[in-house]
């Protein structure tokens, strides 16, 4: 039993409670004791661990991120002033105007819920990876396994791609290091930079990306606008081999948040392969217990 002054965790027990796969894009799996989400389906949807989550809840985990604070609200689908709410109660001050948004809107979420058999990311402003579907992660690697800071495609494509095309946003090589894909990354980031002038956080990854990549640094300075993200991609899969897709970035910019999504044109090889890793993913698919 939570402690009385356990506030954090007697508020996400009762969110999670009132929540049911329908909600979140879940299958629906057998009876249940309990109403709600079970805490596992809670933890691989805000991208942290179980026990982590039991450790919140029970009071027992104090002073979490600001980013994990962002993805569990995102699980839970909170409400604008409900997050402030889980932000007061983990110790932090709620999100203000001027800062990157890092919350996916609900209606954003119900699209994403939709296109579960879609690979599709959502980013922040920074281009931080904020959510996706099981597909994402069954064709381009699970990003749940990775903290919030190495969920970034800025990162990705300049400052952590090892010689093979690697990186911890892509575990599978795919070719997004292209001069056009490059140009246009760093042209909506200046965007950015421009619309949060006071982000810490994002005039801190712009001054990262310069330290260590003779690209980003080349390519910031040739103030490149109105590039189109998006196009033909190459990835080299472990299960199915190469793979070509389509990707193309969606904005919203209301919440200023990014779709991106990667599919394949019906009939296709690429798309047969897209189906098998479909399946694979049906077949491994979160493993859940009563909870």
């Known amino acids: 039993m939570s402690r009385p002054e356990n506030s954090l965790g007697e508020a996400l027990r009762a ?38 989550l039991l450790r919140l809840e029970q009071g027992r985990a104090r002073c979490p991120s600001r980013h994990v604070i962002a993805s569990i609200a995102r699980a839970l689908r909170l409400t604008g002033d409900e997050v402030c709410h889980l932000h007061l109660v983990a110790g932090l001050l709620p999100p203000v105007a001027g800062q990157v948004p890092h919350e996916v809107p609900p209606s954003v979420d119900r699209l994403v ?10 980013f922040s402003a920074s281009w931080t990876l904020l959510t996706w579907t099981q597909s994402w992660a069954a064709l381009l690697g699970d990003p749940g396994a990775r903290p919030p800071r190495e969920r970034n495609l800025i990162r990705a494509v300049f ?10 946003l892509f575990p599978f090589p795919a070719d997004q290091n292209t001069a056009a894909f490059k140009a246009a ?33 080349e390519v910031w300075g040739t103030a490149t606008l109105g590039s ?57 698919a979160l493993p859940l217990s009563a909870g």
């Open 159 to 168: 400052a952590e791609p090892t010689a093979a095309g690697h990186s911890a």
């Open 185 to 217: 990354l760093v042209a909506d980031l200046r965007l950015a930079l421009a619309a949060y002038p006071g982000e810490k956080e994002l005039a801190e990854l712009v001054r990262e990306s310069a330290q260590v990549s003779a690209d980003f640094r």
């Open 228 to 284: 189109r993200l998006g196009g033909r991609t190459r990835i080299q899969h472990p299960l199915v081999g190469e793979i070509v897709l389509d990707s193309d970035v969606l904005k919203v910019p209301d919440h200023d948040v990014r779709i991106m999504t990667y599919t394949a044109e019906p009939g296709t090889p690429d798309a047969e392969k897209l189906d098998l890793l479909r399946g694979t993913t049906a077949r491994t």
């Open 15 to 52: 969110w999670r409670d009132r929540l049911t796969t329908d909600d979140v894009g879940l299958p629906a799996t057998g009876r249940r004791r309990t109403a709600g989400l079970r805490r596992e389906e809670v933890a691989s949807l805000a991208g942290v661990s179980v026990d982590y």
């Open 113 to 122: 819920s939709r296109w579960e058999g879609t690979a599709v990311g959502v």
